[in-house]
Nanobody, 124 residues
Framework: QVQLVESGGGLVQAGGSLRLSCAAS????????ISWFRQAPGKERDVVAA????????YYADSVKGRFTISRDNAKNTVYLQMNSLKPEDTAVYYC?????????????????WGQGTQVTVSS
């Protein structure tokens, strides 16, 4: 079992930055692949970024490539999402999710554990 709690969301102007954190509790956090998903009103929940268990491999959606950075600190049981050059279209609820895999997974149906989400709003 893994419990996930997101934090760091908020309201920011376009061009600004935010850093989201996903704190995990439970056993064997380092053996889980972690992803950040986001869901805007009326839209599907889509993957934004993913990281393997060791942090050696990462994945980014095309829409955030070059602007967002995912990282993890297994000693602190925490995954981060640094978001720079934010755009109004980045506005969404952001969720972190964990899957029992050492490798990157981007399909949301493969994720067993989800946080409650944190709202990110980017004003123009």
């Amino acid at each position: 079992q893994v419990q996930l709690v997101e934090s760091g969301g908020g309201l920011v102007q376009a061009g600004g930055s935010l850093r989201l954190s996903c704190a995990a509790s439970g056993r064997s956090f380092s053996s889980y692949a972690i992803s950040w998903f986001r869901q805007a009103p009326g839209k599907e929940r889509d993957v934004v970024a993913a990281i393997s268990w060791s942090g050696a491999s990462t994945y980014y959606a095309d829409s955030v490539k070059g602007r967002f950075t995912i990282s993890r600190d297994n000693a602190k049981n925490t995954v981060y999402l640094q978001m720079n050059s934010l755009k109004p279209e980045d506005t969404a609820v952001y969720y972190c999710a964990a899957a029992s895999s050492r490798y990157i997974i981007t399909l949301k149906t493969e994720y067993n554990y989800w946080g409650q989400g944190t709202q990110v709003t980017v004003s123009s």
